[in-house]
C-alpha cells in the first residue's frame, strides 16, 4: 500500500521532505547563531575598542506617545551612559501627553544631564513619529545622532558602541537587535518568544549569510551628513517603515549598515489575544511591504508546524506498509523524514533553551513554543491577503514599496514640503481628519 502511495506521487513526497528538511536546517542555522550578538565577550571587546577612540558628541532622539509602562526605568537607562558627552531630546505632539510629566521627572533626578523636552504639534506627513522627529531634529545640537524607541533599555556602555563604527566613513547606519521582556500575563510572555525565538534569530542567520539590509528602530545611529545625503527625516514622513527604509536609503548612497554586537531589551506589554495579534500581523505586513520576496520565504522559519507534517509523513509512510517490504525510493523518503523531525525538535528545543535568559524559562515557556510557531504561521497568512494594518484604532492600507530610488523620494519629499509650507507669519493648520490618518509604525513593537 505505501509503496504504490509512494509511487502515485514521488515527486510530492520528496518536495515535502524537502520543506521539512529546510526548516529543520533553518532551526539549526537559528539555534548556531544565537551567541553571534549580545554575548558577554563581544560587548566587552566592543565597548573596548569605543574607548579606544576620540568619540564625539552624540544627540540621542527619544520620540515618546504615551505613559507605557516602565517609561521611567527605560528612559533612565539613558541617562546612566559612560559616553563622555551626549544630549537627550525627548519628543512629544502635546503638552498634555502623560509622558511629559516622565521627562519632567529625569530632568529633576538627573539635573546635571542635557535633556530637553521639545513639545511641537506640527505634522509634516502621515508618519507622527518621523513628525515627531523631524520637529526634534531641529533642537540636535550634535553632529552624530542616535534614534532610539521609548520602550528599549540599555546598558551603561550602549551609547559608545553604537556610535563607534560611525568613524568609519564608509558606514552609513548602526543598527542593533533586541531582546524582549514579557511585562505582565500569558500573552505578553507569546509576544516575548516572537521576538526572542523568530525575529531575532531570523536576523543572525540573514546576517551570517552576509545580508546587510536592516534597520530597527531600537537604534538608530548615524551621522548628521548622512541624514542630509538622504534628504533628512522628511523623506521619511509618509513612510511607514521608516526605520529600515532610513538605512536603506542610506545603502543606496553607497553606505553601510552595520548590526552592532550589543544588545538592547523592549517591554511587550499586549494584555490580550487581540493586541499582539494586531501588533504581530501588521508587523508582518510591514515587512511584506518593503522586502516581499523575503516575506515569501518566511513560512519555512515557522518550525513547530513542519515538525508535525514531517511526523505525520514519516508515520504513514511507516504504518501504511502493512508489512509490505518499501521500495527504496519510499525507504529513502522515510529516512529523510525522519532525520529531518529528529534534527529538527533537537534544533527548536537548543533554540528554546539559548533564547531562555531568565533561569526557569525554559520549562516554564517551553509548552509555549508550539503554540508560538502555529500562531506565526497563521499570522503569515492573515498577512499574504490582508492589506491593512490597525494602528491604535486606525486601518491604515499597506502600500507596497515603490520602485523611487533615495533621491527620486528626497526630491518628492522636498517638493511637497515647500509647497505645503505656509508664509511667513500664516500659521499652520493641520486638519483633525489629517491627525486621525496618520500612522506612528516603527519595527512592529
Known sequence: MTTSLYALWPFAWWLLAALCGAATFYAISAALTMPRFGSAALVREAARRARALVLPPVSVLKPLCGAEPRLYENLATFCEQHHPRYQLIFGVSSSSDPAVEVVRRLQAAYPGHDIELVIDARVHGSNLKVSNLINMAEHARHDVLVVADSDIAVEPDYLEIVTAPLADPKVGVVTCLYSARSIHGFWPRVG??????????????????????????????????????????????????????????????????????????????????????????????????????????????????????????????????????????????????????????????????????????????????????ALLLLQWLAAVFGSHVIWRGVRVPVANADGADAAERVERAERVERTARPAPGEARVVSATRRRAAVEVTDGR
Open 192 to 373: 516575548a518568544l516572537f521576538i526572542n525565538e523568530w525575529f531575532a534569530p531570523s536576523v543572525r542567520v540573514a546576517h551570517s549569510t552576509g545580508s546587510r539590509a536592516f534597520g530597527f528602530g531600537a537604534t538608530l545611529a548615524l551621522s548628521r551628513g548622512t541624514l542630509e545625503r538622504i534628504g533628512g527625516f522628511m523623506a521619511l514622513k509618509d513612510c511607514l517603515a521608516d526605520d529600515y527604509l532610513l538605512a536603506r536609503f542610506a545603502r543606496d548612497h553607497g553606505l553601510a549598515t552595520v548590526l552592532a554586537p550589543v544588545l538592547v531589551a523592549t517591554d511587550v506589554i499586549e494584555p490580550n489575544f487581540r493586541t499582539l495579534w494586531l501588533r504581530e500581523t501588521r508587523w508582518l505586513r510591514t515587512i511584506r511591504s518593503v522586502n516581499p520576496a523575503g516575506f515569501a520565504s518566511l513560512f519555512i522559519t515557522f518550525t513547530s508546524p513542519w515538525l508535525l507534517i514531517g511526523a505525520l509523513a514519516y508515520a504513514v509512510l511507516y504504518q501504511g506498509s502493512g508489512g509490505v517490504p518499501l521500495c527504496a525510493g519510499a525507504r529513502a523518503a522515510l529516512a529523510a523524514f525522519g532525520t529531518s523531525t529528529a534534527g529538527g525538535i533537537i534544533a527548536r528545543l537548543a533554540l528554546h533553551a539559548r533564547s531562555s535568559a531568565v533561569a526557569g524559562a525554559f520549562w516554564r515557556d517551553l509548552p509555549l513554543v508550539p503554540l508560538r510557531d
